[in-house]
């Protein structure tokens, strides 16, 4: 572990979720360079997305890494992995050693800045199984991560994600709930966030 204060874990105690949150799980300077790193050696794509009928540039870059063979789909979008590089694979072996998971996928996100997001979603796509543990680690700018529950109105969560940060979602998460980063007008730096999860 590479951060002074790995243990450091705060638990989000919501109904039907189980979310938890390391917010110093990278030091700032291991962080630093990995940021870096993924900047300038990740392959970033920008792919069309379909929502509602209508097809325009999806609002970020992302990039999947993955074991061979398993292609992922989400909002009309099938994506080829690309084989896990060492610098993936030494920020996936790090996260296998907080949460106990073998994960086969990553997908990797790059807000470039305050205008790039991410709509409100959840992460329940079939090929994830029932209950998918989905790991998700920030470096750069922070952005602010926001959750609501799907029947229950007064059930809101916002998540300020830092530089170096881990925020794991398991249980059934995902069936009850809905994330998203929303725009931001104010100017903000580079935000690259990987979200780890198992693909059945």
């Known amino acids: 572990m590479n951060s002074l204060f790995p243990e450091e874990k705060i638990t989000f105690h919501l109904p039907d979720a189980a979310i938890e949150y390391y917010p110093n799980f990278f030091s700032t300077a291991k962080a630093n360079e990995l940021f870096e790193k993924l900047k300038n050696e990740i392959p ?29 789909g989400y909002s ?24 106990n998971e073998n994960f086969t996928t990553v997908l990797l996100n790059k807000y470039r ?16 199984g029932r209950n998918p543990i989905i790991a998700s680690v920030t470096f750069g700018a922070e952005r602010m991560f926001q959750l609501k529950h799907n029947t229950d109105k007064e059930a809101k969560q916002n998540i300020l994600l830092q530089h170096g940060s881990l925020l794991i979602m398991k249980g059934s998460t995902q069936h009850f709930w809905k994330h998203q980063i929303p725009k931001i007008t104010k100017p903000i730096g580079v935000r690259i966030n990987l979200t780890f999860r198992i693909i059945k």
């Not at 325009?56 to 292609?71: F, I, S, V, W």
Request: glycine content about 8%; aromatic content about 8%; some cysteine.
């Open 76 to 99: 009309g979008i099938i994506m080829q992995p690309h084989v896990w590089s060492p610098l993936i694979m030494h920020i996936k072996d790090e996260i296998e050693k907080i949460c």
């Open 44 to 72: 970033w794509q920008q792919d069309n997305i379909t929502v509602f009928g209508k097809t325009h540039p999806q609002p970020r870059l992302t990039a999947l890494y993955g074991n061979e063979g398993k292609p992922y």
């Open 113 to 128: 800045d305050g205008k790039d997001s991410n709509g409100w979603h959840a992460d329940n796509e079939r090929e994830l």
